[in-house]
Nanobody
């Protein structure tokens, strides 16, 4: 069964940090581009960051300089390191993947992705 599973969410104070993990099972992450999205209550899901097969990264302006996306193909896992968290970062965070033959290709549209995790909740509050 092809799956992505997020973990690492939780409650954190403003200014704090969290690292989200996205573990792939049933397929080889190396052949896939990965994206992170988030959805706050009452809002549409929005793209946060993405990484190509060889590590090219791209970020939404709202998280640039605070979040870092990475991947460890040996562990079949991608990550989202989130620093300097703000209350407006509160959301459910989802990782997504799609296979691609292009090593440097990155994707920012939800419709570009085939596999999705169930999400992990991040709450930033004092």
């Amino acid at each position: 069964q092809l799956q992505l599973a997020e973990s690492g969410g939780g409650l954190v104070q403003p200014g704090g940090s969290l690292r989200l993990s996205c573990a792939a099972s049933g397929f080889i992450l190396d052949y896939h581009a990965i994206g992170w999205f988030r959805q706050a209550p009452g809002k549409e899901r929005e793209w946060v960051s993405c990484i190509s097969r060889i590590g090219t990264t791209y970020y939404a302006d709202s998280v640039k300089g605070r979040f870092t996306i990475s991947r460890d193909n040996a562990k079949n896992t991608a990550y989202l390191q989130m620093n300097s968290l703000k209350p407006e970062d509160t959301a459910s965070y989802f990782c997504a993947g799609r296979d691609t033959a292009y090593l440097r290709m990155i994707y920012i549209a939800e419709t570009d992705y085939v596999f999705w995790g169930q999400g992990t909740q991040v709450t930033v509050s004092s």
